[in-house]
């Protein structure tokens, strides 16, 4: 999931770290939004 959204949004993995799982779930959510609306909105 860290990995997911650094990739997305160019963030460090070390933020992402510090963050709790909800908050890390949230942003998961918004990277895959993106991933979808970039490509098309296809899935892996």
């Avoid at 997911?4 to 770290?17: E, K, S």
């Avoid at 939004?33 to 098309?40: A, E, F, I, M, S």
Wanted: charged content about 20%; proline content about 2%.
């Amino acid at each position: 999931m860290v990995a997911d959204i650094a990739f997305i949004f160019h963030w460090q993995p070390d933020w992402l770290l510090g963050r709790g799982v909800s908050e890390l779930m949230d942003w998961h959510e918004k990277a895959t939004t993106r991933h979808q609306q970039v490509n098309g909105g296809q899935s892996e």
